[in-house]
Structure formats: C-alpha cells, structure tokens
C-alpha cells in the first residue's frame, strides 16, 4: 500500500504542468526508482516464500543423509486435499515430508527385520555353541573309551604274554621235573645196586663180610650225598633255601674243610693242599652253606689233581673284592664240559668214579645268593685247571688268631 501510494504521488507530480524537458526526466527517474523498488520488495518477499523453503529442504536433506530423520519440513496435516490446492513449492515440501517419514517407516521396520535376523542368528549361534558343547563332550568320552579299550588291550596283550611266558615256563619246568627224576632216580639207584650185590655175594660166601661192610659203607655214603643234594637242587630252585648271613673269615673257611688237615685221600694217593690265605679279610655270609660250595669245589679239584691243590686269596681293593683261586695240576677240563661247566647233572670223573653232577651247580647257586661270582677253566699250557669265587669285602681287619669252630 505504501508503495502505491507513493506511485500515485509521484505520478500527479509529474502529471502537473511542467517546463519543458526537466520534468520529463525527472518523471523517468521517479518511474525508475518505483521499479527499483517494487522489485526490491520481489526479492524479498520471493526469498521469504520461496528460498527459505527451499534452503530449509536442503538443510533437511543434508540431516537425513547423515542418518538423522527426526528433522520436520513440514508440520502441518497431510491430506491429499491440501495436496491438490497447494501450489508448486508447498506440493514440494509436502512430498519431501511424505519421503522423510517413508524413510522412517522402511528404517524402522528393516531395524525390526534385523533385530528379529539378529535374534534368529543369536538363537542359532547358540544352539550351535551347544551342539558343539555337546560333541566336545561326546568326543571327549570316546577318547576316554578309547584310552581305556587301549589299556585293555595292552592289559590284555600283556596279560597273553604273561600266560604264553607261563606256559613256557610250565613246559620248561615239566621239563626239568621229568628229566630231574629220571636222573635222580638214576643216580639214587647207582649206589643202590653194589650195596645189594655185596650182601648177596656175602650171603652166598663168595666175598668176606668185611669186604660187603666196607662197600655198603662206602655206597651208603655216596647215596646220603646224592639225597642231599638233590634236596639242596630242589631248595634252589623253589627259593626256599634260606641264609644265616654274618661277617666270616674267607681263610678260615677254607681251613675248616681240611678238617686240621692238609691232605686228601683218593684212589691214587694223597692229594696235599697248599693254602696262602689273608687271614684279615672278611666277607658276609652263611657258614655253613659256604662251607659247602667250597668243599664241592675243593672235592672236584681233589677228583682229578695228580698230587697238589693250591688255595691262595688275592684281594682286588679297587673293585672291593676278595678273590678265592682253587688251582689242581690235573688234566684240565674237557673241552665239551666248559661250556656246560656248573650246569645240573654234567659230571666227568676219572675212569672207575662217579659223580653226580650236582655239586658245581649247587656252589655257583650259593655263591651267587652271596653276591658272589664263580668261575673255571683250564691253566695257561695245558696243566690242571682253576676256578676262581670271588665276593665283595665286608671289612678288613687287624691280624687275629681265633679259628671258627
């Protein structure tokens, strides 16, 4: 209004009589400064309806790309009513609303879509994780059963060895026992048989009763010798033989089996024994077994030495060790005995003897049961032989005179 009222002014101005072209221009320059103007007020009112909408869509447009659909272009009613009698820029505003909540719509229902996907993912996460749980722990009782089936087996193999060793032994054993009776029995009846053919040549007078007495005599005594030690062979082998174990002298056991005395009697004379003996030297052990390996020892030397056997103890300090070597100048050993030297039953005597093969067998036992070691061979050119006990020292001691008794 005040615009046109001041078109209308300055028109009847210049409308009035005026002096030549003065007013003319002055009319041109008041027309033009209307223009001016109006289209100011254009602008304004074109950038208050039209680019403020339209900076505020822009605005908006940038908010709801960076995810933010809260933002309101337009706040009033939508109706397709209002749609139809809006003009251009409203219609645009009104359509940009409509897809701004559109969006908002398809967000919320995909955020629905994933959180109901996510909770099925979760659900089926889960009862993988348990079906895993579930065939760990399978898995881990059939590696038990199968740690346990394979200690079975190894049980059951080990167990089959033992039986199959058993067996062996079994049959080993039957064995022994079978050919240890036929060789006892044997060996029981040799002495039998000239005790009974000596009471029937006296009975008959063909012999003196001193000559049957003294061979009965003779007989008896091998045949308590064969009885004992086939009952010291079965102690050994059952291990019940028992040891009374004490600090003995090795010199003085050794004498002892001479009996004070430094001879042996045999078929071709006199055997004498020559001894060089520690008298300090001690070991632990039985006596009496002692006595009896050394004595089978000695006695088998005596069997087949021409005139002497020598007795000497060397001490090995070093080692702790007290060696006992029994040396006869006889024929040596049989080269097919050696290797079965102190096995049962292998004997080899002078024509006209007889041995039970036993005794070697029985001293290597008892000197082992003292931690012992035996051995023997023939001497260095052919003449005689050695064997060789030897046992660990127990203590060494001052000279003393005392004799076990």
């Known amino acids: 209004m005040a615009v046109a009222a001041l078109s209308s002014g300055a028109v009847a101005y210049y409308l009035q009589p005026a002096n030549g072209e003065s007013r003319a221009a002055d009319l041109l320059q008041m027309v033009m400064m209307i223009v001016v103007a109006v289209m100011g007020v ?37 109706t397709k009513g209002k749609f139809k ?49 579930v065939l760990q722990r399978t898995n881990a009782k059939l590696i038990n059963q199968s740690e346990e089936m394979k200690k ?6 080990s167990k089959n060895e033992e039986l199959l060793d058993a067996n062996a032994k079994m049959q080993k054993l039957d064995k022994m026992k079978t ?28 012999i003196s009763n001193e000559q049957a007495w003294k061979t009965i005599v003779t007989e008896a005594k091998r045949l308590s010798t064969v009885a004992t030690y086939i009952l ?11 040891y009374d174990m004490k600090p003995l002298s090795v010199a003085q056991l050794v004498e002892r089996i001479s009996s004070s005395s430094t001879k042996f009697a045999t078929q071709d004379g006199v055997i004498s024994i020559k001894m060089d003996l520690d008298e300090n030297v001690k070991i632990m052990g039985d006596k009496e077994r002692l006595v009896q390996a050394f004595a089978n020892i000695i006695d088998n030397a ?22 006992v070597k029994i040396e006869d100048d006889g ?19 002078k024509e006209n003897e007889r041995g039970t093969g036993l005794g ?34 127990h203590e060494k001691e001052a000279p003393s005179m005392s004799v076990i008794e």
């Open 42 to 78: 254009l602008g304004s009112l074109l950038a208050v309806f039209v680019l403020m909408p339209l900076k505020k869509i822009g605005q908006n447009a940038e908010q709801i790309a960076r995810g933010n659909f809260e933002v309101h272009v337009y706040d009033g009613k939508l």
């Open 85 to 133: 009698n809006s003009d251009e820029l409203s219609r645009l505003i009104m359509a940009f609303e409509v897809m701004r909540r559109k969006v908002i719509e398809v967000d919320a229902n995909l955020n629905k879509q994933i959180k109901m996907k996510t909770f099925d993912l979760q659900r089926v996460n889960d009862e993988l994780v348990e079906k895993e749980k």
């Open 152 to 157: 079975v087996n190894e049980q059951l193999s």
């Open 179 to 206: 050919d240890f009776i036929l060789i006892a029995a044997h060996e029981l009846r040799t002495p039998i048989q000239p005790i009974m053919g000596s009471v029937r040549l006296a009975e008959k007078g063909l």
């Open 232 to 242: 010291d062979v079965g102690k050994i082998e059952s291990g019940n033989i028992s």
């Open 302 to 323: 005596a069997k087949f030495a021409s005139g002497t056997i020598t007795i000497q103890t060397v001490n090995n300090y070093d080692e702790g060790r007290v060696e």
């Open 331 to 349: 024929p040596g050993i049989p080269e097919e005995i050696l290797p079965l030297l102190f096995n049962k039953f292998v004997t080899k005597t």
């Open 360 to 393: 070697l067998f029985i001293s290597k036992a008892i000197v082992e049961a003292h931690s012992g070691k035996i051995s023997g061979g023939n001497n260095a050119g052919g003449k005689g032989a050695t064997f060789t006990v030897s046992f660990p020292i």
